[in-house]
């Protein structure tokens, strides 16, 4: 074990243990700041004011891509690919492959984001297409990636290795408070106190 090494062993742990420590630390680093940063943002979540911004846009469907919405489809089918195109390139919206919600008035893509929420829905019979989009600025966008939210699979993959990158630095920097900690008195109160003062918070304050 590291604490009971000989001199060598014990330089060969120091050595790997630096080593991986400051490539996760490397790897981590900018994720770090930005959830720390994110994590205050949150906790005052109801003091920063924000101000949407919303942003509102109306087409009517070719007559040729309004024929194809007659045509039943499930309840929670994608629109045709067609439509989805000219959606695209009119309005400058991606809907290809989202599930629409099919009603008998009318077919709703919802498209939530990080950051705000959007909309898009099209009258079966019109063919009036309507796309609303709300945007809660900067501060909103970061919070909502801090928590997943609407983020998409990619951020998904993202959140998990950057977890695992978080969980070696914290091993790594635990195994070499054990190796250093015999000429650091304060090391192992000071770990103590990290864990007392959040256990005491929750049983004296959340109920």
């Not at 004011?49 to 309840?75: D, F, K, M």
């Amino acid at each position: 074990a590291p604490m009971t090494a000989t001199p060598q062993r014990r330089a060969f742990w120091l050595r790997h243990l630096h080593r991986w420590h400051w490539v996760s630390a490397s790897g981590c680093l900018i994720g770090m700041l930005l959830f720390a940063a994110t994590g205050i943002t949150l906790n005052h979540a109801g003091q920063i004011e924000a101000s949407p911004r919303v942003t509102a846009r109306q087409a009517e469907l070719p007559a040729a891509l309004q024929a194809q919405l007659a045509a039943p489809r499930q309840e929670r089918a994608p629109l045709p690919a067609e439509i989805a195109a000219w959606i695209a390139e009119r309005l400058d919206v991606r809907v290809a492959e989202r599930a629409a919600e099919w009603s008998d008035d009318e077919v709703y893509v919802g498209l939530p984001r990080p950051g705000g929420d959007a909309w898009l829905s099209i009258d079966r019979t019109s063919g009036e297409v309507l796309y609303e989009r709300t945007d809660r600025g900067w501060v909103s966008y970061l919070n909502d990636l801090h928590k997943g939210r609407n983020a998409g699979a990619a951020w998904g993959w993202f959140l998990d290795v950057f977890a695992v990158a978080c969980f070696v630095f914290c091993a790594t920097g635990l195994l070499l408070l054990v190796l250093h900690s015999g000429a650091r008195p304060a090391t192992w109160p000071m770990v103590t106190l990290g864990l007392v003062v959040p256990v005491l918070l929750v049983l004296l304050f959340i109920h």
